[in-house]
Nanobody, 120 residues
Framework: QVQVVESGGGLVQPGGSLKLSCAAS????????MGWYRQAPGKQRELVAI??????NYADSVKGRFAISNDNAKNTVYLQMNSLKPEDTAVYYC???????????????WGQGTQVTVSS
């Protein structure tokens, strides 16, 4: 089993910054993808940023403001969020696609989410 835990959310003023962290632990053989998603009240969960084999992809709404990075040695992915806007307010979730064995297909594991609120 793989456990995923996010941290770093909180309340920030518009224009401010936050850095989220997501650590995967447990029985990990390899990690294929790590990504951040968010869900605002009354809206569907949406992709924010993803890192796959060293490449990154971002939602148009966060390009130029957010940066995803990872530390393979720590099985951790980060999301640096700058120039935050009220519309960035949401619960942010981390997804890790990983396998615990060479013989098993990778599965998606989700964290419990961390609240980010952008408000003055």
């Amino acid at each position: 089993q793989v456990q995923v835990v996010e941290s770093g959310g909180g309340l920030v003023q518009p224009g401010g910054s936050l850095k989220l962290s997501c650590a995967a632990s447990g029985s990990i053989y390899s990690i294929n993808e790590m990504g951040w998603y968010r869900q605002a009240p009354g809206k569907q969960r949406e992709l924010v940023a993803i890192i796959v084999s060293g490449g990154t992809n971002y939602a148009d709404s966060v390009k130029g403001r957010f940066a995803i990075s990872n530390d393979n040695a720590k099985n951790t992915v980060y999301l640096q969020m700058n120039s935050l806007k009220p519309e960035d307010t949401a619960v942010y979730y981390c997804r890790v696609k990983a396998t615990d064995s060479l013989w098993r297909a990778p599965q998606n594991y989700w964290g419990q989410g961390t609240q980010v609120t952008v408000s003055s």
